[in-house]
């Protein structure tokens, strides 16, 4: 018999996984780069996608929150899973960081209201649900590169209120606060979560099942640290700016460093993963936090080069734009399919159908 529409639209809701908003962050930071790059056309287009992708999971996650709670408070309290809700921040910062590009300074004001809310409010929900259960040991063997996202959000609030902080003259001021604030908890974060990634590893081995595509998250945050510094070197003089921009510009350089060593290392990873233990590349969701990182790398390359005059830098930031953009083509594509068929409806067989023979 056929699984009814109804029916399988509330078994998708059910199982929704909160890390979807990575889609939102990917098209949105690469409509940001081809903005930067004078490619409008092509820039607006991912911006549609990126503003009907985040409605539609606003509604979908919506949905879930109040129809399927327990659901949701079991991926909240899943280390596995519940740094995942923190792609709704970042999301919601790459949308607005792109329509301020557009001078939608109206629109990208409330997201980035949005954001610092929900943001303080995971920022100490979520570890308080997962780390503070007394289970030292499941915690530790169930941490990924999803915990990264933490300090994502983190530097996706100093991004947007660096980009607005010269539009906004009546709160130029505050904005820088939040912008350097935000931006040093996010260096704080990253350091503390790479120390655990790295015990975790180390304590519990390291096998090809377990190195997905969440760990290219570790890149994506060193980059938009990288990109949330060089929009605070930018930033219009405040008291907070003329204490702070020697070392945003220097520590920026320091983590695009970091962020450059360690893309050869996860292509590396990926190689052993698929080639040499033949795990199968299928699609899921976490594959948009693989070009996440890789268009973020891009833009925090060109943006850095711009803001220090630092040629090879926005060089090298061009050429993975492309790459970035060709990632999210072929991720796109996929989930095109998984789309497709989805709403193909599945016949599952109760019996084998009478011969018509006898």
Known sequence: MTQGFPSRVRATVRTLPPGYFALV???????????????????????????????LLVVLNAWRIIRY????????????????????????????TRLALDDDLVFSTALLALSCVVWLVLG???????????????????MNGSWFVWAVACQSVAVLSATLEPSLPPIRAFLSIIAFASWSVGIILYAIIGIAVVIRLLVHGITPETMGPPYWVAMGAASITVLAGSKVVEMKSTPMTEVTTGLAAGGSVVF??????LIPVLVAVGWWRHITHRVPLRYE?????????????AVCGINLGEADALPVVAWTGRIFLWLAIAAWGIVFVATGI???????PQRTLDAQPADPNH
Do not use: K
């Open 285 to 297: 969701p976490a594959l948009w936090s693989i070009v996440f990182p890789l268009g973020m790398y």
């Open 69 to 96: 709670p327990h659901e949701v408070s079991r991926d909240f309290r899943s280390p596995q899973v519940a740094f995942f809700f923190f792609t709704f921040v970042a999301g919601t910062n790459v949308l607005g």
């Open 256 to 261: 695009w460093s970091f962020a450059t060593w």
């Open 25 to 55: 962050m990917a098209t949105g930071i690469l409509s940001v780069g081809l903005h930067a790059e004078g490619f409008d056309v092509a820039s607006e287009v991912l911006l549609v996608i990126a503003a009907a992708a985040y409605v």
């Open 338 to 344: 998984h789309i497709a068929r989805w709403l193909v």
């Open 124 to 142: 100490y929900a979520v570890p308080w649900a997962v780390i503070l259960q007394r289970r030292g040991a499941e915690t530790l063997s169930g």
